[in-house]
């Protein structure tokens, strides 16, 4: 079956307007937008290559077993929740009205693909590396990469909310207009990290690395770990929010003023 016209829109980049620069600093974090110099600017993610045609996959032919390889392969309307398998690697594939609920693929890999309008709650894959893949319109709450790698990886308009990524190297990697609420970041390498027009209310960030991540749009509320974002990029309009609990961290007793009660 071949998809190449639909495919390459589909897998078409989003850019985000350049950021103004600025200079002011708050705790460490920066609240200006970046300098357009060498280091200043993170790297979009590079666009997934799509595949020249795509078969469709069926069941049992294409279930998830140990080991097993997918290559340009369409995924569409495909119920494969609940599964167990480990070391499993799509190529060129692309998921649409794909469920692949509770199942769990330990060291899966993903090069070159494309999910949207799937459900991929609560799915587990620990030790994972996806590399030039896109995210868009998909159920994911509680979906959880723990030591993994994500590079030139972007979610759009994703339910991420509870979602799981300790100890995860995240390089050039998107975030557009998440549900990230309570996302646990704990220890993850965030430094080529974006997030634009995403709820992170309630997230944990404890001790992940953050230099040079980059928040626009974004609600900060109730952020956990906030004295690890040292080096971090904050839109000047988030920040109120995000005081707040910067203060709390610091020990910093916030009280109204009397003339205004």
């Excluded at 609420?181 to 995403?198: S, W």
Aim: glycine share 8%; with cysteine.
């Amino acid at each position: 079956m071949c998809a190449t016209g639909i495919e390459r829109s589909a897998f078409g980049r989003l850019t985000c307007p350049p950021l103004r620069p600025g200079v002011d600093r708050y705790c460490g974090v920066v609240t200006a937008r970046p300098r357009n110099r060498p280091g200043g600017r993170l790297r979009d993610p590079v666009k997934p290559k799509p595949p020249p045609s795509l078969d469709l996959a069926t069941l049992p032919d294409h279930d998830l077993d140990n080991e097993s390889t997918f290559e340009r392969l369409g995924f569409y309307d495909i119920d494969l929740s609940q599964r167990s398998a480990e070391s499993v690697e799509f190529t060129q594939c692309r998921f649409r009205g794909a469920d692949l609920s509770g199942t769990q693929v330990d060291r899966v890999g993903l090069t070159d693909c494309l999910a949207e309008n799937s459900n991929l709650a609560n799915v587990r894959a620990d030790a994972g590396a996806l590399v030039r893949v896109r995210f868009v319109m998909s159920r994911m709450t509680g979906f959880t990469v723990a030591k993994g790698l994500l590079r030139d990886v972007e979610f759009e308009e994703c339910r991420l909310d509870l979602s799981g990524w300790r100890f995860t190297d995240f390089q050039a990697t998107r975030f557009i207009n998440c549900n990230l609420t309570r996302a646990d970041f704990t220890e993850a390498d965030l430094t080529g990290a974006q997030f634009v027009g995403c709820d992170l209310t309630g997230a944990q960030f404890d001790k992940a690395k953050m230099e040079g991540t980059r928040f626009r749009k974004c609600v900060l509320v109730d952020i956990g770990g906030v004295l690890s974002w040292r080096g971090a990029t904050v839109d000047g309009n988030d920040l109120i929010a995000l005081s707040y609990t910067l203060a709390h961290a610091l020990g910093i007793r916030i009280e109204a003023d009397p003339a205004t009660q």
